[in-house]
């Protein structure tokens, strides 16, 4: 298999600026914003709550193509979220999920203990299941890349599922602060503000 | 809930600017939902759950819509890690609507809600009022929503006795 810093950093090659992404907490959202710091980034979602997210962001801006790295035990714990996708069927919305079988918790040196997906629950199924008509599992760089491209380039809703590592023992140490929820709220809506023209902060002073 | 007042639920959202629901159906407001259903100007998801309905509210937000969560009381319960995520870590707005069932005077045995309910909004520092009367329901939900989007947080409609059952 492949480490997920290896699959996000391969990631940050391929995704052009104007492409939204929406990470799920812990290592998604570090890693991601060590590789990728710019605006087009929200970060911090959390258990449950990355893919639901894309959805809504995907549904109200359908013209911009959307990512959401998403990872095993967050999109389990809001599974139902795969059915609402399929329904809905947002053609620029891309999920990417960080499979390492795992909940890691605080400990990022060892590992924590096995999510569903250590055992017999294949997400690639359970997507299709759902009906996604894209859902693939990939295992390395290139056929992760290979994936992306695809995905990117087309009509979705696309489901990636990316077996990596427990561990990301090639991650190097952290340099860049990430930004805080709030502070990250403002740069991305203001983004957004700035490049769908669509107006989403109020002053609430009466000002607009 | 009769059909007439329903659709006061309806014009109040539109009123209010919202353009987006999400939310779980529920028996008490299930015209609401159909209502919503069939509307042309406000996309409503259904969701597998209410915490996948806060989600996909949160993420319409930043798209620049105006989203409204509809939350049954016992749905509130299952999104109440979510909702106070993005109230207290994120601080979006979301207009949360909850018809507000175990008060006093609802016919049906409900009275947990009435337990978990304003509680469990306090506990989260959601701000909310209670609409008793139809007649209210527009008007309501029309200040909710300006102050939800001025405060940047979720601010909650709960109906009940003539305006609900």
């Known amino acids: 298999?492949?480490?997920?810093?290896?699959l996000l950093k391969e990631l940050s090659a391929l995704v052009p600026d104007d492409i939204l992404v929406l990470t799920s907490i812990g290592n998604n959202s570090g890693f991601w914003g060590q590789l990728k710091d710019r605006e087009a980034n929200l970060f911090?979602?959390?258990?449950?709550?990355?893919?639901s997210t894309a959805l809504g962001l995907s549904l109200a801006l359908p013209k911009r193509k959307i990512v959401a790295l998403d990872s095993d035990g967050n999109l389990t714990l809001n599974l139902g979220v795969l059915g609402t996708i399929a329904n809905e069927a947002p053609n620029n919305l891309t999920i990417v999920v960080m499979?390492?079988?795992?909940?890691?918790?605080?400990?990022?040196?060892?590992?924590?203990?096995?999510?569903?997906?250590?055992?017999k629950m294949n997400l690639e199924s359970?997507?299709?299941?759902?009906?996604f008509d894209s859902a693939c599992t990939v295992e390395d760089v290139a056929a992760f890349r290979d994936k992306i491209q695809n995905a990117l380039a087309s009509a979705g809703p696309h489901f990636i599922l990316a077996r990596v590592d427990a561990l990301d023992k090639d991650a190097p140490k952290k340099s860049k602060r990430v930004p805080d929820p709030r502070e990250n709220k403002y740069q991305f809506a203001?983004?957004?503000?700035?490049t769908e023209g669509v107006e989403i902060l109020g002053s609430g002073l009466g000002g607009g | 809930m009769k059909p007439e007042k329903a659709q006061l639920v309806i014009q109040g959202l539109k009123e209010a600017g919202v353009d987006?629901?999400?939310?779980?159906?529920?028996?008490?407001?299930?015209?609401?939902?159909?209502?919503?259903?069939?509307?042309?100007?406000?996309?409503?998801v259904g969701t597998a759950n209410e915490a996948e309905a806060v989600g996909v509210g949160f993420g319409a937000w930043f798209g620049g819509k105006k989203p409204a969560l509809m939350l049954a009381t016992s749905g509130l319960l299952v999104a109440t890690y979510h909702l106070a995520r993005i109230n207290l870590l994120h601080e979006v707005p979301v207009l949360?609507?909850?018809?507000?069932?175990?008060?006093?005077?609802?016919?049906?045995?409900?009275?947990?809600?009435?337990?978990?309910?304003?509680?469990?909004?306090?506990?989260?520092?959601?701000?909310?009022?209670?609409?008793?009367?139809?007649?209210?329901?527009?008007?309501?939900?029309?200040?909710?929503?300006?102050?939800?989007?001025?405060?940047?947080?979720?601010?909650?409609v709960l109906l009940n006795e003539e305006a609900l059952w």
Not at chain 1, 126 to 131: E, F, I, L, M, S
Not at chain 2, 23 to 32: N, T
Not at chain 2, 130 to 148: G, P, Q, Y
Request: hydrophobic residues 35%; aromatic residues 10%; positive net charge.
């Open chain 1, 1 to 6: 298999m492949v480490t997920r810093f290896t």
């Open chain 1, 44 to 51: 911090h979602l959390t258990m449950g709550m990355c893919s």
């Open chain 1, 99 to 119: 499979d390492n079988q795992n909940y890691l918790g605080s400990n990022k040196l060892a590992p924590g203990m096995p999510t569903a997906t250590a055992g």
């Open chain 1, 126 to 131: 359970v997507a299709k299941g759902c009906g």
């Open chain 1, 190 to 194: 203001s983004y957004i503000q700035k």
């Open chain 2, 20 to 44: 987006f629901a999400a939310g779980v159906p529920d028996a008490q407001f299930i015209e609401v939902y159909k209502m919503l259903a069939e509307d042309r100007d406000i996309h409503y």
């Open chain 2, 96 to 156: 949360v609507v909850i018809p507000y069932r175990g008060d006093i005077g609802d016919p049906r045995w409900m009275g947990l809600y009435k337990k978990t309910t304003e509680p469990g909004l306090n506990a989260m520092d959601i701000p909310y009022r209670i609409v008793s009367r139809s007649t209210d329901i527009v008007r309501t939900l029309k200040d909710c929503n300006e102050s939800a989007r001025a405060w940047l947080k979720p601010v909650a």
